[in-house]
């Protein structure tokens, strides 16, 4: 190889990779670091052959093998999933009599990205609980409040949850390439769909309802999940039945005594009032309400957290039972006029 008649040669090689989306960026199996105008460069290489790899969490997204000359450097680029030569060039400072003919090849792998990986979310788990996919630790997104992987292979996934009260489960949910699956946990029942771009109403004919058990056996084989996707061509028209609206009902005793625990056993009144906003999809009675604003120790948060349940209250008229939880005269116009017409 002409590479090898070199070695004397003052200048090396250079590779460049310009990061239009998030990844981590390897060469030669050493994690390289990006610069703030979101540029990885490294310096010093030997002439050879080198291998550029881009990584997210635990999978690889995308590799490129360079065959780059010391007098050379290469210039990539990583955006849309995939990762490709832009350029290449003798380097500035490359000897005068460095031979002109010897340019940086691609040895392997087209610039594309490897098979395309899935995200899970799961939302309504409550933040102190530990979810794991696929034995990866899942990520807490504060901002959409649920639970996230990203990179996961498609197939089944294996979820767990292991949080407080009855919140605790395993289950298997398909996930596909490429695609986004989205899961909700509302008083133990499990419901999964895949929420990629061409996809986004929430309530098409495509939601799965499973039964998630109230505890976790390992002796017992874990349930598949698998969202099936809205069906080819218009649905069929059927009138829906005319009946009366049903009334809300509150949460049961077993899922209210579990919301109970889990407030209570939060340590800060932001981790409370969080675990609320999680739970104020469901309804409430006023006495259950009282309950738990007397897990709560500041009066400000007691306000707010009635606040935050006021929409879900089906029993308003009895709003008055709300005053024997709350001690100070203040808080109890503030509560009182939120149920004012």
């Known amino acids: 190889m002409l590479l090898a008649l070199l070695p004397a ?3 090396a090689g250079e590779i460049s990779v310009i990061l239009n989306a998030p990844g981590a960026v390897l060469i030669d199996g050493q994690r390289v670091e990006a610069s703030g105008e979101g540029v990885v460069r490294k310096t010093n290489l030997a002439g050879g052959v080198h291998l550029v790899e881009i990584w997210s969490g635990r999978s690889r997204i995308g590799q490129l093998e360079l065959d780059v000359p010391v007098t050379h450097e290469a210039r990539l680029i990583y955006d849309a999933g995939a990762l490709r ?3 290449a060039g003798p380097l500035a400072n490359a000897p005068a009599n460095a031979p002109k003919d010897d340019r940086v090849v691609v040895v392997s792998g087209a610039g594309q990205a490897d ?3 899935g995200s899970l979310a799961i939302k309504g788990v409550p933040l102190e609980s530990k979810v794991l996919m696929n034995k990866q630790k899942a990520t807490w997104s504060r901002a959409e409040l649920d639970f996230v992987s990203t990179g996961l292979s498609p197939g089944l996934v294996d979820l767990v949850v292991d949080g407080p009260g009855a919140v605790g489960f395993a289950v298997q949910v398909d996930v596909r390439a490429g695609i986004h699956t989205q899961c909700e946990l509302v008083d133990l029942d499990l419901r999964c769909f895949w929420d990629g ?3 986004d109403d929430r309530s098409s004919p495509g939601l799965v309802i499973v039964r998630a058990p109230t505890s976790m056996n ?4 874990p349930p598949v999940l698998t969202p099936t996707p809205p069906p080819v ?5 059927v009138p829906p039945p005319v009946l009366p609206p049903p009334g809300p009902q509150a949460i049961d005793e077993q899922a209210f005594n579990a919301l109970l625990k889990a407030v209570d056993d939060a340590p800060f009144s932001d981790d409370q009032l969080g675990i609320l906003k999680i739970a104020s999809s469901g309804y409430f009675t006023c006495a259950q309400v009282g309950l738990l604003i007397d897990q709560i120790s500041f009066s400000a948060d007691k306000v707010e957290a009635v606040q935050i349940l006021r929409p879900h209250i089906i029993d308003p008229q009895n709003a008055h039972t709300l005053n024997e939880h709350l001690s100070f005269s203040d808080d109890r116009r503030k509560v009182m006029a939120m149920f004012q017409p």
Request: without cysteine.
């Open 9 to 11: 040669l003052a200048a």
């Open 85 to 87: 030569l832009l350029g």
């Open 115 to 117: 098979a395309p990986t």
């Open 197 to 199: 771009p061409a996809r």
């Open 218 to 221: 390992p002796g017992v084989v």
């Open 233 to 237: 061509g218009p649905a069929p028209v």
